[in-house]
């Protein structure tokens, strides 16, 4: 019939009116086994299609999670630039943990799942974890961060796992030109570019500046105002494994970035009529 064999026989002689329902259902004619003797197996094959493959599909999650082991504890080492908050805020793997803190006395004494939620080490996402580490650093200015991990104990159905974070040197800021310089103050400008001459070459602080620039020129009636940005990079070498191993023992420098903030602020527009109706 094309369906899963069965623990038990087919017999020669069978109704064809069965025959067809069993061929439509995808599963072989069996006998149905009494209540006291019917095995999971049995009632996985009676359930029909759908269910057995929805039971199968959770026993197969079952088995994958067992074999993974469970997080135990997730640690940051080595950050100084960047709070571990906030990387564990970045990455994927998480440590299992009670699911609310209303829910700590309960946890204390109970681990079911209703209190406590359990993750599953999951390798694939920890190597992703690693880039996403080393992109946050890169956008703030550590662009030869490395990252190393350990999994303690290695094979155990428990593990722990460390980031241990390489920073490196910055790649600092030599300069940071506005032009034209005549459009706001000298005071104003310091209160709206947030990057600073020495800083990390901070990624994030740049796009805020901007955010601001072109927030303060609509304020002064400039919608359509042009901010860019360009940023010249000098004595950065290469980012590779061999110079990123060579940044974190401190025996090479990030170089350091010209930042230009161009700003076009077009025609103003102006107010033509104002109508007031009510």
Same mark, same amino acid.
């Given at each position: 019939?094309?369906?899963?064999?069965?623990?038990?026989?087919?017999?020669?002689?069978?109704?064809?009116?069965?025959?067809?329902?069993?061929?439509?259902?995808?599963?072989?004619?069996?006998?149905? @086994?009494?209540?006291?003797?019917?095995?999971?197996?049995?009632?996985?094959?009676?359930?029909?299609?759908?269910?057995?493959?929805?039971?199968?599909?959770?026993?197969?999650?079952?088995?994958?999670?067992?074999?993974?082991?469970?997080?135990?504890?997730?640690?940051?080492?080595?950050?100084?630039?960047?709070?571990?908050?906030?990387?564990?805020?970045?990455?994927?793997?998480?440590?299992?943990?009670?699911?609310?803190?209303?829910?700590?006395?309960?946890?204390?004494?109970?681990?079911? @799942?209703?209190?406590?939620?359990?993750?599953?080490?999951?390798?694939?996402?920890?190597?992703?974890?690693?880039?996403?580490?080393?992109?946050?650093?890169?956008?703030?200015?550590?662009?030869?961060?490395?990252?190393?991990?350990?999994?303690?104990?290695?094979?155990?159905?428990?593990?722990?796992?460390?980031?241990? #974070?390489?920073?490196?040197?910055?790649?600092?800021?030599?300069?940071?030109? !506005?032009?034209?310089?005549?459009?706001? &103050?000298?005071?104003?400008?310091?209160?709206? !570019?947030?990057?600073?001459?020495?800083?990390?070459?901070?990624?994030?602080?740049?796009?805020?500046? #901007?955010?601001?620039?072109?927030?303060?020129?609509?304020?002064?009636?400039?919608?359509?105002?042009?901010?860019?940005?360009?940023?010249?990079?000098?004595?950065?070498?290469?980012?590779?494994?061999?110079?990123?191993?060579?940044? &974190?023992?401190?025996?090479?420098?990030?170089?350091?970035?010209?930042?230009?903030?161009? =700003?076009?602020?077009?025609?103003?527009?102006?107010?033509?009529?104002? =109508? #007031?109706?009510?």
């Amino acid at each position: 019939f094309g369906g899963p064999r069965l623990a038990h026989s087919i017999p020669s002689m069978q109704p064809a009116w069965l025959a067809t329902l069993a061929a439509a259902a995808s599963l072989t004619w069996s006998p149905a @086994p009494s209540a006291g003797a019917r095995s999971t197996h049995d009632r996985l094959a009676w359930a029909g299609p759908t269910k057995r493959a929805a039971a199968t599909f959770a026993a197969d999650t079952l088995v994958g999670r067992r074999r993974r082991p469970e997080v135990l504890s997730v640690t940051i080492r080595g950050t100084h630039a960047v709070k571990p908050g906030d990387i564990k805020n970045r990455i994927v793997t998480t440590a299992s943990h009670c699911r609310g803190v209303a829910l700590v006395p309960f946890c204390l004494i109970s681990k079911a @799942p209703y209190f406590y939620q359990r993750f599953y080490l999951d390798r694939d996402e920890l190597k992703r974890d690693v880039i996403r580490i080393r992109v946050l650093y890169w956008l703030r200015g550590y662009r030869l961060a490395s990252v190393d991990t350990t999994v303690t104990p290695p094979g155990a159905t428990t593990a722990r796992v460390t980031f241990i #974070v390489h920073e490196g040197p910055a790649t600092r800021v030599a300069s940071v030109t !506005v032009t034209p310089d005549t459009l706001f &103050s000298p005071r104003v400008l310091r209160r709206l !570019v947030r990057l600073r001459t020495g800083d990390p070459l901070n990624l994030n602080k740049l796009d805020s500046s #901007v955010t601001t620039l072109r927030n303060h020129l609509w304020a002064r009636g400039n919608a359509d105002a042009l901010v860019d940005t360009t940023v010249r990079l000098s004595g950065q070498p290469p980012d590779d494994s061999a110079m990123r191993a060579a940044a &974190s023992t401190g025996r090479l420098s990030a170089g350091t970035a010209n930042v230009t903030i161009s =700003i076009t602020p077009r025609a103003r527009a102006f107010i033509d009529t104002v =109508i #007031v109706n009510g």
